[in-house]
């Protein structure tokens, strides 16, 4: 699905990649111009002669009809077929430079990968936007339908999917010749989903529904000119061959696009989760995530966000009765990274970049980039506010690690509270080894803690100086 994706994606960009407006009534001259557009950047039939795109003046309009799966087809080699209706859509110049484009429904695609077939429908679809071609990028673009459903199948593995009434709204603007940075906001009122593992006599099957699924995704500075100049370079160069004899000049066109985007961000959120399986039912009252990534920059900056509300686990005989008030009912994650050097880590791939390197010289490329990623001292791992919350334990986890080598140096503060209670359960619990070696485990962890005022107690693990942690400034038995 991600080729399909990728050649939506594309069609949407190029609607209106369009370099002067025109005034109305449309005309037959601007119209062939329009279709060399788009030809640049989804083809124009090769050898076939016969071009995927037909645009026809109408009115003040222009009706573009693309073949999606005449432009699929060169990848027939690669195992990949599709069928589909043309896709249709209408552009209509502005008076201020802006193009309008107009799309009232989604053919249906039937896909097959090697032996994997798909298809996927779109009810009541509808796109409408407002183009502007000095930044290639939407001002404004309102997307939607009332369902969507997608059916997979292979030979052991049957998936539906369904997603519910979809809205989806964007903004954006230009920040350079080709650049532009976007708000995006959509909902989902409802997904469902089903996968069948067709293993034996007995099927496994798996369900997951969920309620509105809310997100919201801040792009800033994408370079869509380089991108797309990429993209017109692969389509007049589809051989291998060619590729292969231009792979310099491809080069300095990756590099071009450096940084890609400058950061992206995205907040989204899962209502009432629910999952069925062959050993009873799974939930959550609600998943949360949050990210920020940074582009390909020397200073790289990760984060991430996850908060899991009202967990609910079936009662599963491997899960012994007394254990099932330590399971997780909250659970909070929040990670960063900053300092990694994703542009040297992507030189050094770069650099071995030939159709003739030989397999020794990747492997080591791959070592130099895990290397250049993460150089020593430079790169910071840190734990923010997390948090594990059971009936019975609270914990709260912070801390950062500096990756050095050979041993990373780093500080974590462990906060627990109902470390007493938990204990006095593990101790009512008889003739149970896994229970018994647990006790152990608290009655140890607690005589390294540190009591607190409010009843909690505290573990302070660090290693500035390298070699086996300290916890609370004690040395662990068998180290220095």
């Known amino acids: 699905m991600k080729r399909v994706s990728r050649l939506l994606a594309t069609i949407a960009l190029l609607a209106g990649s369009i370099h002067q407006a025109v005034s109305a009534p449309a005309t037959p001259a601007e119209a062939s111009r329009l279709k060399s557009v788009f030809e640049t950047y989804l083809g124009n039939g090769g050898v076939s002669g016969v071009s995927p795109i037909v ?3 109408r009115g003040e309009d222009y009706a573009v009809s693309i073949d999606m799966a005449q432009i699929a087809r060169p990848l027939a080699a690669l195992g990949f077929l599709m069928q589909a209706q043309p896709l249709s859509m209408t552009i209509t110049p502005q008076s201020d430079g802006l193009w309008r484009v107009v799309q009232s429904a989604m053919p249906e695609l039937q896909i097959r990968i090697k032996d994997q077939d798909m298809k ?21 673009g309102k997307m939607g339908h009332a369902a969507s459903i997608l059916e997979s199948s292979a030979p052991n593995f049957l ?6 009434r979809t809205s989806a709204e964007m903004t954006g603007t230009g920040t350079g010749p080709g650049v532009m940075s976007a708000v ?49 370079f692969l389509v007049a160069n589809p051989s291998a061959d060619e590729l292969a004899a231009r792979m310099e000049e491809i ?24 999952i069925t399986t062959p050993v009873g039912a799974f939930g959550m009252r609600e998943l949360g995530m949050a990210f920020n990534l940074t582009g390909v920059h ?57 159709a003739d390197v030989r397999p020794d010289e990747s492997k080591a490329a791959g070592e130099r980039a895990v290397y250049a990623l993460a150089p020593p001292g430079k790169v910071r791992v840190a734990l923010g506010p997390s948090q594990i919350v059971s009936k019975l334990l609270t ?86």
Not at 126 to 138: A, K, N, T, V
Not at 407 to 429: C, F, M, S
């Open 184 to 232: 995006m906001r959509g909902r989902n009122e409802s997904h469902s989903q089903t996968f069948k593992i067709i293993a034996g006599p007995n099927p496994i099957e798996i369900g997951v529904t969920t309620g509105p699924i809310v997100s919201d995704v801040t792009l800033d500075s994408l370079r869509n000119a380089g991108i797309l100049d990429i993209w017109a």
């Open 251 to 274: 080069k300095t066109k990756v590099r071009a696009t450096f940084p890609i985007f400058n950061s992206v961000a995205q907040r989204a959120s899962v209502q009432t989760v629910s």
């Open 395 to 480: 914990i709260a986890l912070e801390g950062e690690m500096t990756i050095i080598q050979p041993v990373p140096r780093g500080r974590l503060v462990v906060k627990a509270k109902g470390v007493e209670e938990t204990i006095a359960a593990l101790q009512a619990v008889q003739g149970d080894d896994a229970a018994g070696k647990a006790l152990i485990f608290f009655i140890a962890a607690k005589g390294f803690g540190k009591s607190e005022p409010d009843g909690s107690l505290t573990w302070v693990i660090e290693n500035p100086d390298g070699g086996l942690p300290k916890i609370n400034g004690v040395a662990l038995p068998g180290g220095p």
């Open 55 to 57: 645009v026809t003046p």
């Open 159 to 164: 998936n539906t999917r369904r997603d519910g």
């Open 298 to 354: 020397r200073q790289g900056d990760f984060g991430l966000r996850m908060a899991l509300n009202g967990i609910s686990i079936p009662q599963l005989p491997m899960i012994p009765a007394w254990s099932r008030d330590l399971l997780p009912n909250d659970f909070v994650l929040d990670l960063k990274a900053l300092g990694y050097d994703l542009e040297a880590a992507a030189e050094e791939i770069l650099k071995v970049m030939r």
């Open 120 to 140: 996927l429908r779109f009810e009541g679809y509808s796109f409408d936007g407002l183009y502007d071609p000095r930044f290639l990028g939407f001002v404004l």
